[in-house]
């Protein structure tokens, strides 16, 4: 199975900011949606952003709300998340997810966001 790749993690003061790219793979053209996902140490994973493959509709996690930005460059088929005002509590390693019709999902392999206090 082919997976999404991502990339632009890195430790970051808190309150700075970073962005995570996650560029699809295979026949983008069954995607429907791209997700980002995170897991910090001892907790479960837990939901951070969404968004549909045609771009008309987001979802944000509480937690996230006015922070995080997810979006997308069609043509590099690369869906973003602008992360901003960071705290420690985002420290965790952040994973994409693609959904295509008639396939299971698609995880990519994890990047690693650092945000010192």
């Known amino acids: 199975q082919v997976k999404p790749v991502e990339s632009g993690g890195g430790l970051v003061q808190a309150g700075g900011s970073l962005r995570l790219s996650c560029t699809a793979s295979g026949r983008t053209s069954r995607n429907y949606a791209m997700g980002w996902f995170r897991q910090a140490p001892g907790k479960g994973q837990e939901f951070v952003a969404s968004m549909t493959w045609n771009g008309d509709s987001t979802v944000y996690a509480d937690s996230v709300k006015g922070r995080f930005t997810i979006s997308r460059d069609k043509a590099k088929n690369t869906v973003y998340l602008q992360m901003n005002s960071l705290k420690a509590e985002d420290t965790a390693v952040y994973y994409c997810?693609?959904?295509?019709?008639?396939?299971?999902?698609?995880w990519g392999q994890g990047t690693q966001v650092t945000v010192s206090s």
């Open positions: 997810r693609q959904s295509s019709n008639g396939a299971p999902d698609s």
